[in-house]
């Protein structure tokens, strides 16, 4: 996403930019209904101003599909089920579709439970946290979500191999005023899309991005670019991205490390990427709607705070995404015209008729 | 902790202290057997080098039975329980007591639902996530912890009101020839202590280790000492540490923000803490022996992989800590003097045998 100049701009509503990407995908392979799953994932990251997540990977999702790497009609299914516990494999369909479906077993666990844990395996990229976290929360849950990357950019503390990905994870909770609440987080300090920029650019990067080939902390975005993108935090960081990997990928036995092939140099392999959900039903603990007064109620005594020099605004976390929403349902979302153009190729390509194109 | 100078240092057996510890608790008021379960959490804590939570904090705790903040004689139970879930009511104990209980029953639901998950109200500070954690580790149990601290240090990113502790968290999972894997960490960038100690040397600090009661970021320790320590990575440290609060103190309807009685300052009041413990038995997922075997292969990978300039070894998350508890059961647990000093006066003032005395 980094890559874009953000120049020009174009506003396009998000039904039309979904019903565009839900025939791309079917146009690609995809049953109708798979179609319109990874449709609107992508579409509401962009609506929710996560433009890296969004339609823009459109172009990386399909080559995979031609090369092989990822299956336009794989259909997830559960492979063993113990009481609140279940293991969905992906059979190797997009990551979206592999995760509404495992989401809502956790929900229907979750349900019968008052919890459940969901463990994915064979699965692909799945976009972003936030979206199946917020299935969860439309079920009256909490719902966490922890993953492994699709590429390793990041090294483990104390070393220089790139064998982590930057591993997100996240959780959220239903308010009833204000937004839900929807924390989902990257492990590494600054996206990789940043040093490949500053790097195009000639411009130095500050210290604490990046590690060079030999472990060296770097302002040089080129030796970078070679090199890993550091973890936030330092170590803690890398605590959590380790951790990430572990509950997901090691627990279902999926792709790790060296043995993970690259999301975008390796579209011809299969990832079997690897993620864990997990959820508690409020009303198994409390009455969800007490809950959710208590929410607004913390959310505005957060907000109401005396605020720091230099800040306007206290946010929770998902809030900024939250607006950003909003006013994209109200006022379509605006797309740098690079991510449109892209992807008015792509429908050219795959035959769209013309009145879809975006 | 960070007071203590380490000039001085004397070695003291686990046995030694975890007697001593124990009979302190009891002449102060608990049951033998509450005694043993704190001086069993305390003492493992300074085994493993984290004399933050250890018997340094002897002190504190009694100081709050003396002064009616916790009860010595609290009986944790029961109060909601529904299919694998369950809300544990602290009954203002010692949270040592409390969660040991707490996470003894997410085990026995994990067992019979392959997930549990066990809120927990009207607690206490808990001392580490790590001992919960390993709880749920020995019983072959990957193991979450979330809790809201007992302490309020933080501000929310942008403002400067000291309404957020920096909550810590963790998880964990066995290993076979390797230390389990146990991440246990606060989401501050630094512990408070470390700034109380520079006001006492008048020695600057780093420019982020806190923000001045308007909300810059300073190298003043004073302006730091009345101001906030900074959430470790910004605005996601503080994300974290607000959702470790919403998932333990908001959803079981305990203390919040400035409805928070002070662990050091409030000794009188009631704290009504709360935490989230949430287990998955792996035998659920997948068999928990060939997990193990990956874990030891992931691990070896790791720590296998070409170092970065000036470190000789990765390690993974606990692993410092369980190497310095392999060392203390050899040849004890170093402490400092002023900790022990400090330990034997509360004895004297307890009337304990002076066989005791550590």
């Given at each position: 996403?980094?890559?874009?100049?953000?120049?020009?701009?174009?506003?396009?509503?998000?039904?039309?930019?979904?019903?565009?990407?839900?025939?791309?995908?079917?146009?690609?392979?995809?049953?109708?209904?798979?179609?319109?799953?990874?449709?609107?994932?992508?579409?509401e990251a962009d609506a929710r101003g996560v433009y890296s997540h969004g339609i823009q990977r459109n172009s990386l999702y399909i080559k995979r599909f031609e090369k092989g790497g990822t299956s336009p009609t794989g259909r997830p299914f559960v492979e063993r089920e113990f009481a609140a516990t279940a293991v969905v494999n992906g059979d190797n369909a997009m990551g979206m579709v592999v995760c509404?479906?495992?989401?809502?077993?956790?929900?229907?666990?979750?349900?019968?439970?008052?919890?459940?844990?969901?463990?994915?395996?064979?699965?692909?990229?799945?976009?972003?946290?936030?979206?199946?976290?917020?299935?969860?929360?439309?079920?009256?849950?909490?719902?966490?979500?922890?993953?492994?990357?699709?590429?390793?950019?990041?090294?483990?503390?104390?070393?220089?191999?790139?064998?982590?990905?930057?591993?997100?994870?996240?959780?959220?909770?239903?308010?009833?005023?204000?937004?839900?609440?929807?924390?989902?987080?990257?492990?590494?300090?600054?996206?990789?899309?940043?040093?490949?920029?500053?790097?195009?650019?000639?411009?130095?990067?500050?210290?604490?991005?990046?590690?060079?080939?030999?472990?060296?902390?770097?302002?040089?975005?080129?030796?970078?670019?070679?090199?890993?993108?550091?973890?936030?935090?330092?170590?803690?960081?890398?605590?959590?991205?380790?951790?990430?990997?572990?509950?997901?990928?090691?627990?279902?036995?999926?792709?790790?490390?060296?043995?993970?092939?690259?999301?975008?140099?390796?579209?011809?392999?299969?990832?079997?990427?690897?993620?864990?959900?997990?959820?508690?039903?409020?009303?198994?603990?409390?009455?969800?709607?007490?809950?959710?007064?208590?929410?607004?109620?913390?959310?505005?005594?957060?907000?109401?705070?005396?605020?720091?020099?230099?800040?306007?605004?206290?946010?929770?976390?998902?809030?900024?995404?939250?607006?950003?929403?909003?006013?994209?349902?109200?006022?379509?979302?605006?797309?740098?015209?690079?991510?449109?153009?892209?992807?008015?190729?792509?429908?050219?390509?795959?035959?769209?008729?013309?009145?879809?194109?975006?």
């Amino acid at each position: 996403m980094s890559d874009y100049t953000f120049n020009e701009k174009r506003s396009v509503s998000i039904g039309d930019a979904e019903r565009f990407t839900a025939a791309l995908y079917e146009a690609a392979g995809m049953g109708r209904e798979d179609a319109e799953t990874v449709a609107k994932n992508l579409v509401e990251a962009d609506a929710r101003g996560v433009y890296s997540h969004g339609i823009q990977r459109n172009s990386l999702y399909i080559k995979r599909f031609e090369k092989g790497g990822t299956s336009p009609t794989g259909r997830p299914f559960v492979e063993r089920e113990f009481a609140a516990t279940a293991v969905v494999n992906g059979d190797n369909a997009m990551g979206m579709v592999v995760c509404e479906y495992a989401m809502n077993k956790a929900i229907e666990l979750g349900k019968k439970y008052g919890t459940g844990a969901v463990a994915i395996t064979g699965s692909n990229h799945f976009g972003t946290c936030a979206h199946y976290i917020q299935q969860a929360v439309d079920a009256g849950m909490i719902g966490f979500v922890y993953t492994i990357n699709c590429g390793n950019i990041m090294a483990p503390w104390g070393g220089v191999d790139r064998v982590l990905g930057n591993n997100p994870f996240g959780m959220g909770v239903p308010c009833r005023k204000h937004a839900d609440v929807i924390m989902d987080m990257a492990t590494s300090i600054v996206a990789r899309g940043k040093i490949v920029v500053a790097r195009k650019t000639h411009t130095p990067i500050p210290a604490d991005w990046a590690i060079d080939t030999e472990g060296r902390p770097t302002t040089d975005a080129d030796k970078a670019y070679w090199g890993c993108v550091q973890p936030f935090a330092g170590y803690k960081g890398y605590n959590l991205t380790f951790m990430n990997a572990v509950v997901s990928a090691i627990l279902t036995n999926s792709s790790f490390g060296d043995k993970l092939p690259d999301l975008y140099e390796d579209p011809d392999k299969v990832q079997n990427s690897a993620h864990l959900f997990f959820v508690i039903d409020i009303n198994a603990i409390d009455d969800v709607e007490a809950f959710k007064d208590r929410m607004d109620e913390t959310i505005d005594f957060i907000k109401n705070g005396k605020k720091a020099v230099g800040f306007d605004e206290i946010f929770v976390p998902g809030e900024i995404e939250a607006n950003c929403q909003k006013k994209a349902r109200e006022e379509g979302i605006v797309y740098p015209v690079e991510i449109l153009d892209e992807n008015n190729a792509l429908a050219e390509k795959y035959g769209l008729p013309a009145e879809l194109r975006l």
